[in-house]
């Protein structure tokens, strides 16, 4: 007979870490395998406590699954289960030893520090996922750096191994609009297609330069080799792995609620051009 065994639970913080005694704070523990709640306990006189801890919503951001081997690897993240400390206004100062435990085991033991000067918690951000880097980062200020700082390596390899380029923008008409007048969305390609070669070709101009970026045509000519000559594909079949992927992540992640196909995203009209 072969008997199943749980993964056997553990921790890996109590926030905020300590706190001024007679006060009672709310303090978020972070907790591995607890399947929604576990037992609490912190040694010594003049400390109270919920015996019981239960899952609360988790603050850390844990991203979504990638399709990358490092994504495939196990891994797990903290969830944060909520208790309340009570410290008498006669609580020993120094540190306090806390722990939880379930069905499956006890967890490690971990401190929490009881003072006399009240916890500073700063309701600041650890780090931020943006369109636009914050004011403060473009300023040069040093409070803020890159968590990737070497992001265009990454991001080059990531593209050269999946085909995969995030998308800029895409083009909306109304649909009544597009019914009455079908070619409309066939022409907009093409203007919009256009506009973009002429754009990029300006990038690689040499003898007057169209941007004030020092040697630009001599990065446009290095990013051109990684595109194999194709910026920013326009169309459906050019960035089918991209779409496929989007369309995967938003169903998965709950944006969508069936997995949807670029086929059903787009006219058919723009699923393929010709040349007469």
């Known amino acids: 007979m072969i008997t199943a065994q749980a993964e056997p639970p553990d921790i890996e913080y109590i926030y905020p870490a300590g706190a001024q ?54 891994e797990n993240y903290p969830k944060d289960h909520f208790n309340e400390i009570g410290l008498a206004a006669d609580a020993a100062l120094g540190i306090r030893f806390w722990r939880c435990w379930t069905s499956q085991g006890a967890t490690k033991v971990l401190k929490f520090v009881i003072g006399d000067l009240p916890e500073v918690i700063e309701k600041e951000i ?42 800029m923008h895409t083009i909306a008409v109304k649909s009544d609009l597009a019914d009455l007048h079908p070619w409309i969305m066939m022409n ?41 000559g194709e910026y920013w594909s326009y169309g459906v079949e050019p960035n089918r792995r991209t779409l496929e992927a989007f369309l995967l992540y938003a169903f998965e992640q709950g944006v969508c609620q069936k997995h949807l196909k670029p086929e059903e995203l787009f006219p058919t009209s723009l699923l393929d051009s010709y040349k007469i």
């Open 21 to 74: 005694r007679g006060t009672t704070v709310p303090v978020r523990v972070g907790g591995y395998y607890f399947h929604g709640q576990a037992n609490f306990e912190m040694l010594g006189n003049g400390v109270k406590f919920q015996p019981v801890i239960k899952r609360t919503k988790t603050i850390w951001f844990e991203g979504p699954l990638i399709y990358q081997p490092l994504s495939q690897q196990s």
């Open 126 to 167: 650890d780090a931020i996922i943006t369109a636009h880097p914050p004011k403060l980062f473009e300023q040069g200020g040093s409070e803020i750096i890159r968590m990737i700082r070497d992001y265009q390596k990454l991001e080059a390899a990531y593209f050269e191994e999946t085909g995969i380029l995030p998308i």
């Open 188 to 228: 907009l390609y093409k203007a919009f297609d256009e506009a973009k070669r002429n754009s990029v070709g300006r990038a690689f101009e040499m003898t007057a330069s169209r941007f004030p970026i020092p040697w630009g045509p001599h990065f446009a000519e290095q990013t051109a080799d990684l595109f194999e």
